[in-house]
């Protein structure tokens, strides 16, 4: 084990980029998205499309607090509007309604990085493992379908808090449950804000790198995937 892992009993760890990441490439423009779009995101350059995602991203963030799926598929509808609307796609409401409810429930659009249900199973027999994630409803069947969702203990999602990391209440839902002090526990995430944040409740940081965009220079603790604490 890694030595970073020392007199630790808790790992906490974020999902996207480094438990799973998108089929797509993208979280939010799945593969439904381009297959029923078609052609006609055809000539829209990346500037446009990233502005037209910011604005549906805006809407989501400002209605965040959420406990169902299908809250979630009718946010993701209006979601897909706003992207619609930005790029003059034209979808229609079926359309929309349809790469809403495969966003929601297709567990398809996630794939796991190599050996991570393994180093998440082996981590298991020696640390409580939780999760701290900006995410939505439809993380729960997610968690299953990649097959980790049975070594977890506890959960910290930002849509039954209404705030996202590295708001402190997210890291303070997730020390209450965990029953130990958080000097004793770790956490692994992507993005150097949102280990920051837990940083600075007294959490050890490690920054995962699995998705190159996020291997930036730190004084962090750095592992590229998960397995890489097994060794």
Known sequence: MNKILENKKVIFLDVGYTLDYPASGE???????????????????????????????????????LKTMEEEEEQYTEFYSIVSKELGLGLSLNELKEIANDRTYNMENYLTYPGTVEAVKKLSESFKLGIISDTWPSITPQLEHIGVLKYITFETYSCFLGVFKPDEKMYMDALSKCGVPASETVFIDDRIANLEGA???????ILITANPVNDVETSYTKIKYLSDLLV
């Open 27 to 65: 979280w939010m423009l799945t593969n439904k998205f381009y297959e029923i779009v078609g052609d006609r995101i055809n000539g829209k350059d990346h500037d446009e499309i990233r502005k037209a995602r910011h604005e549906g991203i805006r809407f989501l963030e400002e209605n965040h607090l």
């Open 199 to 205: 940083a600075r409740l007294g959490i050890t940081p």
